[in-house]
């Protein structure tokens, strides 16, 4: 049981790298400082977002309007965290906390 709490943690926040550097990206096609029309950078881009709009849209759905600014990467960063947190503090008694 212990071994499956450590996994389930080490998929979320290996979930969590992979948000984050979908957000980055996002920033960086948004600025023209990438381009998607490289085809490496695409299959990248869309890669990303196959993984992580799934989780996404239906915080999206919850959320209003801020007029272009997508908050829904933070919600969900923040639900992960806490459902880590959970697993480490009912679960497992101290996984993926280094011992203390």
Excluded: C
């Excluded at 948004?30 to 299959?43: A, D, E, G, M």
């Amino acid at each position: 049981m212990q071994s499956l709490l450590m996994l389930i943690d080490t998929v979320l926040g290996l979930f969590v790298f992979v948000l984050i550097f979908a957000v980055v990206m996002s920033w960086l096609v948004s600025f023209n400082i990438i381009n998607v029309h490289n085809h490496f950078v695409r299959l990248l881009y869309d890669f990303l977002h196959r993984v992580t709009e799934p989780a996404l849209k239906p915080i999206r759905r919850w959320l209003p309007n801020l007029g272009g600014i997508d908050i829904s990467p933070v919600v969900l960063i923040l639900a992960v965290y806490f459902i880590q947190n959970l697993l480490r503090e009912y679960g497992g008694g101290g996984i993926g906390t280094g011992g203390y």
